[in-house]
């Protein structure tokens, strides 16, 4: 988004109203990862508060030349968020081990606002469980192809078509756009 | 090496995005993206499509969550920690300011007082001495009245009064003499003040011959005069100031003869 340029100035100079303009903006997709990792709602919005809260103190570090803001919000929010089950892991582990098997059960039990939408439901499904894993469970390629059962290059070259196939879709839905947008006139 | 190749290879665009890498594997893939600006523009197609596919998957938060976090950036304002830290070092270096203005100042009083104390010593220390003289003075004098009063008090001495003539009339001095001692002591309480060009002087008269006694001190009462051996009489006379050879006749102011 080009307005995005201008909003991170503001950012950078501690204008409120900019970080509002790009909660609004963002806030969805951010939440929407956090809360696919943890599933845990009120964890998931403070860990949404905290990552605002970085965005805000930490404006200055963002570097636009680098990559896109999503991007970067994505990792604080991903590194908070793993931090985060790193800790609470350890302490169900050394404190109360009959949690566990709960947490096991809660892991099944899936509520259906965390399926995923859009285009990624056009791809086959092991594609779509190879993006899930490494972009909204916050697994890197290593954990993720163990979890799959597949070898490392299989799981890079799942995550690289399903990415192509992605693309497609997306160049399709612009072209189906701009049909619309004719058909309007 | 990482290069282009072994970038699309090991599909190091997509763990670069998610931020997979190690920094210095980051590091590397950056100085390869810089330099190959179509490895740039895949990059930049895949974070596209990455944004796109985390909005498509979006869950909105419920709102307040964003009202929280809108308080909690407000309630942190004003905590900002520089502030509390120029606070702490305005108050620190205030407070260091104080002390040395305190020792300053301190020093200054304490510099003062030195003088002072330097100064009222030197007093005490002239004051001393000032005493010490006076001291020595007053052991003298004592010694000199006690001499005096030894040989006035001896049943040796003899007192003679000389009254003042037409002259003076109202003058009047006791002389004392002791001859076996060969001493004279007058005392000159009632002599009139003369001017400072004129002094009284005495005389013994032996054989018809004035001797010079000495010129009388205007400042001592009781004062030693010369003994002369076989004196017939005691004369005083005014002399011009300092004494003279001869007794100015004509002024002879009293004498006593001696029996």
């Known amino acids: ?185 | 090496m990482i290069d282009k190749v072994y970038i699309l290879k090991n599909g190091l665009l997509e763990q670069y995005l998610l931020g997979e890498l190690s920094p210095n594997e980051e590091l590397q893939v950056e100085l390869v993206l810089n330099m190959d600006s179509d490895l740039k523009i895949e990059l930049e197609t895949l974070e596209a499509n990455f944004e796109k596919m985390a909005l498509e998957n979006a869950i909105i938060p419920p709102k307040k969550a964003k009202v929280e976090l809108i308080q909690k950036i407000k309630s942190n304002q004003p905590k900002i920690i520089p502030i509390q830290k120029n606070n702490f070092y305005k108050t620190y270096l205030f407070a260091v300011s104080s002390i040395a203005a305190c020792l300053l100042i301190g020093s200054i009083f304490m510099f003062n007082q030195l003088n002072n104390s330097k100064k009222q010593l030197q007093v005490a220390e002239d004051q001393k001495e000032l005493l010490k003289r006076d001291i020595e003075g007053l052991k003298t004098n004592l010694e000199y009245t006690s001499r005096y009063f030894e040989i006035i008090n001896s049943p040796e001495t003899k007192q003679y009064i000389l009254t003042g003539n037409t002259l003076a009339p109202t003058a009047k001095i006791v002389s004392y003499v002791n001859h076996k001692n060969k001493s004279v002591i007058i005392n000159t309480k009632q002599l009139p003040k003369l001017d400072k060009d004129h002094d009284y002087q005495m005389w013994a008269d032996v054989n018809g011959e004035m001797i010079n006694m000495g010129v009388i001190d205007k400042e001592n009462q009781l004062l030693a005069m010369q003994y002369v051996d076989a004196a017939e009489s005691l004369n005083i006379t005014i002399e011009p100031a300092g004494g003279n050879d001869h007794p100015t006749v004509s002024r002879l102011l009293t004498n006593v003869y001696l029996n």
């Not at chain 1, 469980?129 to 916050?138: D, N, P, R, S, T």
């Not at chain 1, 995550?159 to 947008?181: G, H, N, R």
Request: charge should be neutral.
């Open chain 1, 1 to 185: 988004m080009q307005n995005d340029k201008v909003l991170l100035l503001q950012l950078q100079n501690k204008d409120e109203a900019a970080l509002s303009a790009l909660y609004d903006n963002y806030s969805g997709a951010i939440y929407g990862v956090i809360l696919r990792m943890c599933k845990d709602e009120q964890h998931a919005q403070n860990l949404l508060q905290d990552t605002f809260l970085t965005i805000w103190e930490k404006a200055y570090q963002y570097n636009p030349e680098k990559g896109k803001f999503y991007t970067w919000a994505y990792r604080i929010a991903k590194n908070k968020t793993l931090n985060f089950l790193r800790q609470s892991q350890n302490l169900i582990q050394t404190e109360d081990l009959s949690v566990y098997t709960n947490k096991q059960e809660n892991l099944i039990v899936e509520p259906e606002f965390l399926k995923l939408n859009g285009c990624l439901k056009q791809l086959d499904l092991h594609h779509q469980k190879a993006i899930e894993l490494v972009y909204f469970q916050g697994l890197t390629h290593k954990e993720a192809h163990l979890e799959m059962e597949v070898p490392l290059g299989t799981f890079k070259s799942y995550i690289k078509q399903a990415l192509k196939k992605l693309q497609l879709s997306y160049e399709k839905a612009v072209v189906w756009l701009l049909i619309f947008i004719d058909l309007i006139r």
